[in-house]
């Protein structure tokens, strides 16, 4: 099974709403990620958490903040986006616990933002 | 810097006609690991095929093969017998030693009947 769920499929909120988006895996795997894909674009890395600890922020902006309650679960809490934030975020996970696939990245179906 | 260049933007093929995307990339390290993504209208970022550079062998799965030239940089997908849930938007895609993954600008695969 190399299944990792996102909710929800989509969300439309405005600059002033607090929103979360949620992604769960339950692989065994140690490592998750978020991810931004814009239209016509290929996805780019925003964080990276290994073994719940993050290790990864590619600069991204404080109204976006990753959490990591456990090794399957991953958030992603949004507070006073803008339009240009809208996208599908994508999250993956990786790195099985017995050590085999360590390298490669199962991705969720993605949950299409628009902010308002 | 690590790149990956796809330099098809977009590419049609019959249904059962076999296709190759191509795909290279610019890296200093001698271990890693490459990939190929399809990314159907659905969106879901589907896994189609994987290969470890230290590996000579090159990767198949199923209908997919890859023709890996680890001295020319290059990383090709071949789909045989192509098939119209094929159509996608195809990424490849560069894993370094941090585990972070470059990926191409992709290429539109249209599958036509």
């Known amino acids: 099974d190399t299944e990792v769920t996102q909710t929800p499929k989509h969300l439309v909120m405005g600059m002033t709403n607090k929103k979360s988006l949620k992604c769960e895996q339950h692989?065994?795997?140690?490592?998750m990620y978020w991810y931004k894909q814009k239209a016509k674009k290929p996805p780019e890395l925003m964080f990276v958490?290994?073994?719940?600890?993050?290790?990864i922020n590619e600069s991204v902006p404080s109204r976006f903040s990753p959490e990591c309650p456990n090794s399957s679960l991953l958030n992603l809490h949004l507070h006073a986006l803008q339009p240009e934030d809208s996208a599908l975020y994508l999250c993956?996970?990786?790195?099985?616990?017995?050590?085999?696939?360590?390298?490669?990245?199962?991705f969720g179906p993605g949950t299409r933002l628009t902010v308002l | 810097a690590q790149t990956v260049t796809q330099s098809q933007p977009e590419m049609s093929v019959q249904e059962a006609e076999t296709v190759t995307l191509s795909c290279t990339y610019d890296?200093?390290?001698?271990?890693?690991?490459l990939f190929w993504y399809k990314q159907p209208p659905s969106r879901q970022m589907i896994l189609v095929i994987r290969?470890?550079?230290?590996?000579?062998q090159n990767a198949t799965e199923n209908r997919f093969s890859v023709n890996f030239q680890k001295a020319a940089k290059s990383f090709s997908l071949k789909i045989s017998d192509s098939q119209l849930g094929d159509t996608a938007m195809y990424f490849c895609?560069?894993?370094?030693?941090?585990?972070?993954?470059?990926f191409g600008k992709g290429t539109r695969l249209h599958i036509l009947p």
């Open positions: 993956a996970s990786s790195q099985d616990e017995q050590g085999q696939d360590t390298d490669t990245q199962y």
């Open positions: 692989m065994g795997h140690r490592a």
């Open positions: 958490y290994s073994y719940e600890k993050l290790s």
């Open positions: 890296t200093s390290e001698s271990n890693y690991y």
């Open positions: 290969q470890e550079a230290y590996k000579q």
């Open positions: 895609a560069f894993m370094n030693r941090d585990d972070k993954i470059i």
